[in-house]
């Protein structure tokens, strides 16, 4: 039977005698390595759907023929003492890597210089009999079952295996001394209530496997049974701490280090668990354990070098403290009835009043011819005093809301297994409600009283602040399709999103790094306004910190931007709505109205855009951070459009306008 001739469409109809057929030719030949890629083929060949069929159709087959699949079951265990076991069960799934940079770099430089290949190395000999770089996918689409079905078909079972061989045993014996260390970090103990205790569970753990070891070898004494449990006990205990210390960085912070750590912690502990667990035949789960380390030795290595899965499985938790703090200063930016929705455009108004001010103050900085370098200074103080103002006097900016209600709407998303997607509906409409007066208030705000500010300007000096050329180059680079406004909102969306991410990120960090405590006790800043002003200031920090850093990086973002495109000869520069409508306002005062209909209404058209595209950018990437962060799936997400797609079609003027009956 040829294999072209093998019905691949209907995996009940699918006949595997022709991959087994080639496999017994292989055995034959004495070419063991070539029978099981021939046999192999059962799951890398045919659609994927399929695959979990034609696995079953094996099974069935080899149960039907024992004296074909108990001398297969026999080579494949003679291969497995052959080949070197002990670098996959050690160095897969990133266990033995030093930590999150390290292995970063080790895969990029992978992707350039393959490391080389020990033929007896079974990472090695696997990926020879599944090359495809999807096999893995394959192999998780089949669940236990059917692989502990092939398993015992082959003849592979808790009571035919060898017992704890020296490669597991020393296996588990570099892994126990990788947990230990890890443990034992001083970034990870001091997160425990009572760390470095005699009884701490990180340092038992390199004893009770040492005595489960011995017990296997001959060389200590007690039941292998009751040295088995009390092993896993010592594990379940140090899996507790480590789920101990991720559970409390929401109140304490994190870092990347701690984060890698307690990621790799988890992973090194399940790892032991499992290869103490296979080193068990009397319990039964000797093959489920044999599967489940198949499974993750194989997925490791397809996904060896890629970097976004490396990147997500460890800044999970830090970009998740990242977006809890700065959910934190979203709620602020979330209006709820009318009362507050008025009072939000007050603040809005405030807001571009001040935007109005400094952005005639960028165009006096401008005139002063100064060196670009000291320009791009000048023009980043300008911007980040602007922020940092707004942000003291309570007044709201349009732009920055965006970063911070996107990580708001996450928060409220809640744990997966609490989630009500339905139930975001109120909040999102508030989002957008919130964020459309801020835009007009900022709009009806910085347009007049920029050109007010000119105008007195001009009337109390004798003279506009630039000339008409200046004025007609500021409403040509706001228009929207002869210069690249899109584009320059797009990067200063892009520098917002930036600029709450770095907010919360310092917020977290003041936690993690106990700079309240630290701040309210140091020794001159004590002794120079004493305890009580000393704790002011701490408190003050830990409430402010983190949003007037980010303020101040948005400042010299947007300031520096087009001057450093000019340094490099790059068509660089930023649009930022408010400023932008200043610049409109300002621009009409010094032409005196002289400007063509045909020009008003595009550049009219080209501030709005830049307000658009200012919101989808920053909110689009912090929600996606926010999501990503939390772990929201795709179907979720459509789920979430649909309510609010139907809560638009039902009530419009809710998204812009608070209904009477409002509720907080």
């Given at each position: 039977?040829?294999?072209?001739?093998v019905?691949?469409?209907?995996?009940?109809?699918?006949?595997?005698?022709?991959?087994?057929?080639d496999?017994?030719?292989?055995?034959?030949?004495?070419?063991?390595?070539?029978?099981?890629?021939?046999?192999?083929?059962?799951?890398?060949?045919?659609?994927?759907?399929?695959?979990?069929?034609?696995?079953?159709?094996?099974?069935?087959?080899?149960?039907?023929?024992?004296?074909?699949?108990?001398?297969?079951?026999?080579?494949?265990?003679?291969?497995?003492?052959?080949?070197?076991?002990?670098?996959?069960?050690?160095?897969?799934?990133?266990?033995?890597?030093a930590?999150?940079?390290?292995?970063?770099?080790?895969?990029?430089?992978?992707?350039?210089?393959?490391?080389?290949?020990?033929?007896?190395?079974?990472?090695?000999?696997?990926?020879?009999?599944?090359?495809?770089?999807?096999d893995?996918?394959?192999?998780?689409?089949?669940?236990?079952?059917?692989?502990?079905?092939?398993?015992?078909?082959?003849?592979?079972?808790?009571?035919?295996?060898?017992?704890?061989?020296?490669?597991?045993?020393?296996?588990?014996?570099?892994?126990t001394?990788?947990?230990?260390?890890?443990?034992?970090?001083?970034?990870?103990?001091?997160?425990?209530?009572?760390?470095?205790?005699?009884?701490?569970p990180?340092?038992?753990?390199?004893?009770?496997?040492?005595q489960?070891?011995?017990?296997?070898?001959?060389?200590?004494?007690?039941?292998?049974?009751?040295?088995?449990?009390?092993?896993?006990?010592?594990?379940?205990?140090?899996?507790?701490?480590?789920?101990?210390?991720?559970?409390?960085?929401?109140?304490?912070?994190?870092?990347?280090?701690?984060?890698?750590?307690?990621?790799?912690?988890?992973?090194?502990?399940?790892?032991?668990?499992?290869?103490?667990?296979?080193?068990?035949?009397?319990?039964?789960?000797?093959?489920?354990?044999?599967?489940?380390?198949?499974?993750?030795?194989?997925?490791?290595?397809?996904?060896?070098?890629?970097?976004?899965?490396?990147?997500?499985?460890?800044?999970?938790?830090?970009?998740?403290?990242?977006?809890?703090?700065?959910?934190?200063?979203?709620?602020?930016?979330?209006?709820?009835?009318?009362?507050?929705?008025?009072r939000?455009?007050?603040?809005?108004?405030?807001?571009?009043?001040?935007?109005?001010?400094?952005?005639f103050?960028?165009?006096?900085?401008?005139?002063?011819?100064?060196?670009?370098?000291?320009?791009?200074?000048?023009?980043?103080?300008?911007?980040?005093?602007?922020?940092?103002?707004?942000?003291?006097?309570?007044?709201?900016?349009?732009?920055?809301?965006?970063?911070?209600?996107?990580n708001?709407?996450?928060?409220?998303?809640g744990?997966r297994?609490?989630?009500?997607?339905e139930?975001?509906?109120?909040?999102?409409?508030?989002?957008?409600?919130?964020?459309?007066?801020?835009f007009?208030?900022?709009?009806?705000?910085?347009?007049?009283?920029?050109?007010?500010?000119?105008e007195?300007?001009?009337?109390?000096?004798?003279?506009?602040?630039?000339?008409?050329?200046?004025?007609?180059?500021?409403?040509?680079?706001?228009?929207?399709?002869?210069?690249?406004?899109?584009?320059?909102?797009?990067i200063?969306?892009?520098?917002?999103f930036?600029?709450?991410?770095?907010?919360?990120?310092?917020?977290?960090?003041?936690?993690?790094?106990?700079?309240?405590?630290?701040?309210?006790?140091?020794?001159?800043?004590v002794?120079?306004?004493?305890?009580?002003?000393?704790?002011?200031?701490?408190?003050?920090?830990?409430?402010?910190?983190?949003?007037?850093?980010?303020?101040?990086?948005?400042?010299?973002a947007?300031?520096?931007?087009?001057?450093?495109?000019?340094?490099?000869?790059?068509?660089?520069?930023?649009?930022?709505?408010?400023?932008?409508?200043?610049?409109?306002?300002?621009?009409?005062?010094?032409?005196?109205?002289?400007?063509?209909?045909?020009?008003?209404?595009?550049?009219a058209?080209?501030?709005?855009?830049?307000?658009?595209?200012?919101?989808?950018?920053?909110?689009?990437?912090?929600?996606?951070?926010?999501?990503?962060?939390?772990?929201?799936?795709?179907?979720?997400?459509?789920?979430?459009?649909?309510?609010?797609?139907?809560?638009?079609?039902?009530?419009?003027?809710?998204?812009?306008?608070?209904?009477?009956?409002?509720?907080?």
């Open positions: 039977m040829s294999r072209s001739s019905p691949l469409t209907n995996p009940s109809a699918y006949d595997p005698k022709a991959y087994v057929a496999a017994q030719v292989a055995l034959s030949e004495g070419d063991v390595l070539r029978a099981f890629e021939r046999l192999a083929g059962v799951v890398r060949e045919g659609p994927p759907e399929e695959t979990r069929g034609r696995l079953a159709a094996l099974c069935a087959f080899l149960e039907q023929e024992p004296h074909v699949a108990l001398p297969l079951g026999e080579a494949l265990c003679g291969l497995l003492e052959a080949w070197r076991v002990g670098p996959a069960l050690l160095e897969s799934s990133n266990l033995a890597t930590g999150f940079w390290s292995e970063l770099g080790a895969r990029v430089v992978r992707r350039f210089l393959p490391e080389l290949q020990e033929p007896d190395d079974l990472r090695v000999v696997l990926r020879q009999v599944f090359p495809s770089r999807d893995h996918l394959r192999i998780n689409r089949v669940p236990d079952e059917c692989w502990i079905r092939l398993l015992t078909a082959l003849g592979i079972t808790g009571g035919t295996a060898h017992p704890l061989d020296q490669e597991v045993a020393i296996a588990i014996r570099t892994l001394s990788y947990a230990a260390s890890l443990g034992l970090r001083p970034e990870f103990t001091h997160r425990q209530p009572a760390h470095l205790e005699p009884d701490a990180f340092l038992l753990l390199p004893n009770q496997i040492l489960f070891i011995q017990s296997h070898t001959g060389d200590g004494e007690g039941d292998q049974e009751e040295v088995l449990q009390g092993a896993l006990r010592t594990i379940g205990l140090c899996r507790a701490e480590v789920e101990y210390v991720r559970a409390t960085m929401s109140k304490l912070g994190t870092s990347l280090t701690l984060t890698s750590i307690t990621f790799r912690l988890l992973r090194i502990l399940d790892r032991l668990e499992v290869l103490l667990q296979f080193t068990d035949r009397t319990s039964g789960c000797f093959q489920a354990c044999a599967v489940r380390l198949f499974r993750e030795i194989m997925t490791a290595e397809k996904t060896h070098n890629h970097l976004i899965p490396h990147i997500r499985a460890h800044v999970d938790l830090l970009a998740y403290q990242v977006v809890e703090h700065a959910a934190r200063k979203g709620g602020k930016y979330i209006t709820a009835g009318r009362r507050d929705y008025a939000f455009f007050v603040a809005s108004l405030g807001g571009g009043a001040i935007v109005a001010i400094f952005s103050l960028k165009i006096v900085l401008g005139k002063m011819g100064a060196p670009l370098g000291v320009e791009a200074l000048l023009y980043g103080l300008n911007y980040s005093a602007c922020f940092v103002l707004i942000y003291l006097t309570g007044g709201a900016l349009a732009t920055k809301q965006p970063a911070m209600t996107a708001t709407i996450a928060q409220a998303l744990k297994q609490d989630r009500h997607l139930q975001l509906e109120e909040l999102v409409v508030r989002v957008w409600r919130s964020q459309f007066v801020s007009a208030g900022n709009l009806l705000m910085a347009l007049p009283m920029a050109f007010a500010i000119s007195v300007f001009f009337r109390s000096r004798g003279a506009t602040v630039m000339n008409p050329a200046y004025a007609n180059a500021m409403l040509i680079n706001l228009h929207p399709w002869q210069s690249g406004t899109i584009i320059f909102a797009a200063a969306g892009v520098f917002l930036l600029s709450g991410l770095i907010s919360g990120w310092v917020d977290n960090r003041y936690i993690y790094a106990h700079f309240p405590q630290r701040v309210a006790q140091q020794r001159t800043l002794r120079m306004i004493g305890a009580a002003r000393a704790q002011a200031v701490a408190d003050f920090l830990h409430r402010n910190l983190g949003v007037l850093v980010g303020n101040v990086f948005l400042g010299f947007l300031g520096s931007t087009g001057t450093i495109g000019k340094i490099f000869g790059l068509p660089l520069d930023i649009r930022h709505i408010a400023f932008a409508s200043a610049e409109f306002g300002t621009a009409l005062e010094i032409l005196h109205f002289r400007v063509a209909l045909s020009v008003v209404w595009p550049v058209l080209g501030v709005t855009l830049i307000g658009l595209v200012n919101f989808l950018v920053s909110f689009g990437l912090s929600l996606a951070t926010a999501l990503e962060s939390r772990q929201i799936t795709w179907g979720e997400i459509r789920v979430l459009s649909g309510h609010l797609a139907r809560s638009f079609l039902r009530q419009p003027l809710d998204w812009f306008f608070p209904p009477k009956e409002a509720s907080p």
